[in-house]
Each structure stands twice: as C-alpha cells, then as structure tokens.
Nanobody, 128 residues
Framework: QAQLVESGGGLVQTGGSLRLSCAAS????????MAWFRQTPGKERECVAA????????????NYADSVKGRFTISRDNAKNTGYLQMNNLKTEDTAVYYC?????????????????WGQGTQVTVSP
C-alpha cells in the first residue's frame, strides 16, 4: 500500500506562491491517478486538481477546479515517486488543509471515495 506524505504548506501573503509536495513510499504510486484535495472546517473536502499517470512521453491528463484554474499547476516526477502542486497568486480563499490522494479515481470527476491512499494533510494559510 502506498504511503503518502505531504509537505510544503505554510503561511503566505495574498499574491504569494507555495509548492506542495506529495512523496510516496513506493514507485507504484506512479501508476495511480493522483489528486489534491482541500478542506476547511465545516465544509466538504473538495478536489482542486488531478493528474493521470504519465505515459511513455511523460504526458498526462490534468483537471482543475474552476476556482484554481490558471493559478495552480499539478505535476509529478516518476523518478522521485513524488507529486506536486504549484500554487501561484494565492488568495485568502485558498486557506485550507491540503491532502494528496492516489488511487484509480477519475481525473475528470474526482471523488473522495474513489481514492484509496491519502496523506496526512498540510496546512496552507493565506493572509491578507
């Protein structure tokens, strides 16, 4: 079973950037769909980005929530068994705990229940 560990969260001002990392314990992670979800107290966990496995040419399908499109970029590095979420032009509305997830879930329609493996979460706080 893949074990996922997020890192890279922290405090940043509006307009700043952060890069989240999701390190997997085994290279089988590279065969799974990977997604980033976020959650704030009292709200449902929502998917902000998802990416398929890389093909032989290192291409992948990607999907983004409308709220982050154009600001966030999801990527992965098979050599490092690691996924990333580059977050630019951060807004206070982006404040949440961010979780990486892996499984056989859909890229186009990510659902929490379709992802079997989860990281512990990393806090992102965007201040005015």
């Amino acid at each position: 079973q893949a074990q996922l560990v997020e890192s890279g969260g922290g405090l940043v001002q509006t307009g700043g950037s952060l890069r989240l990392s999701c390190a997997a314990s085994q290279r089988t992670f590279n065969t799974y769909t990977m997604a980033w979800f976020r959650q704030t107290p009292g709200k449902e966990r929502e998917c902000v980005a998802a990416i398929s496995r890389l093909d032989a040419l290192r291409n992948a399908a990607r999907n983004y929530a409308d709220s982050v499109k154009g600001r966030f970029t999801i990527s992965r590095d098979n050599a490092k068994n690691t996924g990333y979420l580059q977050m630019n032009n951060l807004k206070t509305e982006d404040t949440a705990v961010y979780y990486c997830a892996a499984g056989t879930g859909s890229v186009s329609n990510p659902k929490v229940r379709d992802y079997n493996y989860w990281g512990q979460g990393t806090q992102v706080t965007v201040s005015p």
